[in-house]
Nanobody, 126 residues
Framework: QVELVESGGGLVQAGASLRLTCTAP????????VGWFRQAPGKELEFVAA????????YYADSVKGRFTISRDNAEELVYLQMTNLEPGDTAVYYC???????????????????WGQGTPVTVSP
């Protein structure tokens, strides 16, 4: 397990963009599969996006496909979630999750990840 920290959330209007960042303080996320999940008020934890250990494969929920992009930086020390054309339905607490050994071959589940961050809130107003 590693400690994860999310940043970049905030309050924006519909149509705006935000970029969330996932980091592991004091170390890198090299060779870690990373996923983003979110939990809206009164709702269950929902898969958003995931990226494989070297960034070759990505997966997205249908609700965000075409609007959100998950990526790693060139050194593979950071993972981003670029969110564009935000909608009120995107309002949630967003969580970063990572696993050193997970090989992504399909859309992952929350149970696939050992390490989780504390979450960063995103609020989208109409």
């Amino acid at each position: 397990q590693v400690e994860l920290v999310e940043s970049g959330g905030g309050l924006v209007q519909a149509g705006a963009s935000l970029r969330l960042t996932c980091t592991a303080p004091g170390r890198t996320l090299f060779n870690f599969a990373v996923g983003w999940f979110r939990q809206a008020p009164g709702k269950e934890l929902e898969f958003v996006a995931a990226i494989s250990r070297i960034g070759k494969m990505t997966y997205y929920a249908d609700s965000v496909k075409g609007r959100f992009t998950i990526s790693r930086d060139n050194a593979e020390e950071l993972v981003y979630l670029q969110m564009t054309n935000l909608e009120p339905g995107d309002t949630a607490v967003y969580y970063c999750a990572a696993d050193r050994f997970l090989v992504l071959t399909s859309t992952p589940d929350v149970r696939d990840f050992e390490s989780w961050g504390q979450g960063t809130p995103v609020t989208v107003s109409p």
